[in-house]
């Protein structure tokens, strides 16, 4: 399915900027799109990315890279494609207004900072992963994720193992 069919089916609005964004990166990386399933959650609140390769541990690592409505359209264009070159599954928020509310706790604390959540399929993923993401969002802004522990004091890559 092309990008613009995604977004149509997932009913992303075009002044959106995050459906925008997730647009325009779909759009650039068609040829590596036809792995994933793409899909919005029934609450709207998330667009879900499953590579078809990819198969969930029942336990392992959790990523959450944090941002703020500032800092995530820069965010998301620096680490959607590496996400979408690696077999795994992730979910980006839809929205800065749902974001901001998120961030504001508005949603209970355990959603704080949780912009982009990346379910890496083993250890090593999940290191490659975190490591490369850190890389490209060093020096922007984003708050803590109170549930997980930053990569480091600067990072945000937040990370906890779920049972």
């Known amino acids: ?8 089916f997932l009913g992303i609005e075009a002044n959106n900027l995050v459906g925008h964004v997730i647009y325009e990166i ?3 990386h068609s040829s ?3 792995c994933w399933d793409i899909t919005e959650s029934n609450d709207k609140a998330w667009v879900h990315f499953h590579c078809h390769s990819a198969i969930l541990p029942e336990q392992g690592w959790k990523l959450h890279i944090s941002a703020s ?3 995530a359209e820069i965010i ?4 959607l494609p590496i996400l979408l070159k690696e077999p795994t599954i992730f979910k980006i928020m839809t929205s800065l207004d749902f974001l901001s509310f998120m961030n504001q706790g508005d949603g209970g604390q355990s ?3 949780k912009f982009i ?16 993401v850190d890389e490209v969002t060093r020096g922007l802004s984003g708050p803590r994720v109170p549930s997980d522990r930053p990569l480091h004091s600067e990072s945000l890559v ?3 193992y779920c049972l």
């Open 69 to 71: 409505y500032d800092s």
């Open 158 to 160: 937040h990370y906890r």
């Open 1 to 8: 399915m092309e990008a613009n069919a995604y977004l149509d």
């Open 111 to 113: 959603q704080v900072g």
């Open 26 to 28: 779909l759009s650039d």
């Open 32 to 34: 590596e799109i036809s």
């Open 76 to 79: 998301l264009r620096r680490v």
């Open 117 to 132: 959540t990346i379910y890496p399929l083993n250890a090593s993923q999940a290191v490659h992963l975190a490591a490369s």
